[in-house]
């Protein structure tokens, strides 16, 4: 019984990097390929009669509490390297922290799931 369990730790451990990269292939597959299923169900023609229905007001608060957001982001991963100790210059851990913050934000389908799900409500 311990050959075959030492057996299979040694598979794992020999594999590791393969099961790493199938495994990043198949999350991408799978992201790109629901990605795909939401932006076809976006019409543009309604997309923009309703974008144009919304007070000019209103999207300066949307895009004023984005703002809070991902600076609220920065400042946990600022947190963080303060944690860890890292050396980093101020500025540039600013803008590498907001800039993956909101790509994250962007790339995880974030707002067309939103969009979608209320679309069926």
């Known amino acids: 019984m311990e050959i075959i369990k030492s ?3 040694q598979l794992v451990k020999h594999y590791r990097g393969l099961l790493k990269l199938v495994f990043a292939f198949a999350l ?3 992201i ?8 076809q169900s976006i019409h543009p023609a309604t997309t923009l009669h309703t974008m144009r229905s919304i007070p000019l007001l209103s ?5 004023i509490l984005g703002i809070i957001a991902s600076v609220s982001m920065v400042l946990y991963d ?5 944690a860890f100790q890292f050396d980093i210059e101020k500025k540039q851990l600013f803008s590498i922290s907001f800039l993956s913050n909101s ?6 389908f974030g707002g067309l799931t939103g969009l979608q799900s209320n679309h069926y409500c």
């Open 103 to 108: 790509l994250n934000t962007l790339l995880g």
């Open 78 to 82: 600022v947190f963080g390297m303060k």
């Open 28 to 30: 991408s597959a799978l």
């Open 7 to 9: 057996s299979q730790i």
């Open 32 to 39: 790109l390929y629901e990605g795909h299923e939401q932006i």
């Open 59 to 63: 999207i300066g608060r949307f895009f």
